[in-house]
């Protein structure tokens, strides 16, 4: 069973960065693609924000976040990364992290897509100000 435990989330000012963390447990971390999602209040989907590979060599982003936010992962500590920065009111949610089902597929993850594998986790609010 994955566990996965998000963090970093805060209150900040429109054009100031927050990075958030999410470590995950339960299976080989380095051998999965993770993600990052978010959902804004009064609606029921996550929306994809950025993945990345197993082997940390392919990235992919939405649209919206491309160029303000980097997505890194750290196998040694089971941990993916969300460095957002430039923030936008537009960007307000609850953040969730995510790992993709399929044990290292090939290609990048802009062809093979994300399907999330395990149960959502309590995510983290990211809140900005204008």
């Known amino acids: 069973q994955v566990q996965l435990v998000e963090s970093g989330g805060g209150l900040v000012q429109a054009g100031e960065s927050l990075r958030l963390s999410c470590r995950a447990s339960?299976?080989?971390?380095?051998?999965?693609?993770m993600g990052w999602f978010r959902q804004t209040p009064g609606t029921e989907e996550r929306e994809f924000v950025a993945a990345i590979s197993w082997s940390g060599g392919s990235t992919y982003y939405e649209n919206s976040v491309k160029g303000r936010f980097t997505i890194s992962r750290d196998n040694a500590k089971n941990t993916v990364y969300l460095q957002m920065n430039s923030l936008r009111v537009e960007d307000t949610a609850v953040y969730y992290c995510n790992q993709d089902s399929r044990h290292e597929p090939p290609g990048a993850i802009a062809t093979l897509g994300f399907i999330p594998f395990a149960s959502w986790g309590q995510g983290t609010q990211v809140t900005v100000s204008s």
């Open positions: 339960g299976r080989t971390f380095s051998s999965y693609n």
